[in-house]
Nanobody
Framework: QVQLVESGGGLVQAGGSLRLSCAAS????????MGWFRQAPGKEREFVAA????????HYADSVKGRFTISRDNAKSTVYLQMNSLKPEDTAVYYC???????????????????WGQGTQVTVSS
């Protein structure tokens, strides 16, 4: 079992920045590939960014590439999402996800993640 708790969401103006954090507890964090997803009202949950176990591989949705950065600190069992140049269309509940992986890989699909946080709201005003 892995427990995930997101924080750092809030209200920000367009063009601003936020940093989301996801603290993990339970089984070994180092063995997990991690991801961030988001879900806007009336829409399906969508992939945002993913990072491999060691942090050596990252992958981003085209909509956030160049603006968002995913990182992790295995010593703190925490994954981060730095969000810059925010746009109103980035408004959503952001979820952290984890799944154990036997190799250095990234996971970009909802169904392949076993563990999820409760989400944190990000609202970008125009």
């Amino acid at each position: 079992q892995v427990q995930l708790v997101e924080s750092g969401g809030g209200l920000v103006q367009a063009g601003g920045s936020l940093r989301l954090s996801c603290a993990a507890s339970g089984r070994t964090f180092r063995g997990c590939a991690m991801g961030w997803f988001r879900q806007a009202p009336g829409k399906e949950r969508e992939f945002v960014a993913a990072i491999s176990r060691s942090g050596g591989i990252t992958h981003y949705a085209d909509s956030v590439k160049g603006r968002f950065t995913i990182s992790r600190d295995n010593a703190k069992s925490t994954v981060y999402l730095q969000m810059n140049s925010l746009k109103p269309e980035d408004t959503a509940v952001y979820y952290c996800a984890a799944d154990y992986r036997s190799s250095e890989t990234v996971v970009a699909t909802v169904v392949r993640y076993a563990y999820w946080g409760q989400g944190t709201q990000v609202t970008v005003s125009s």
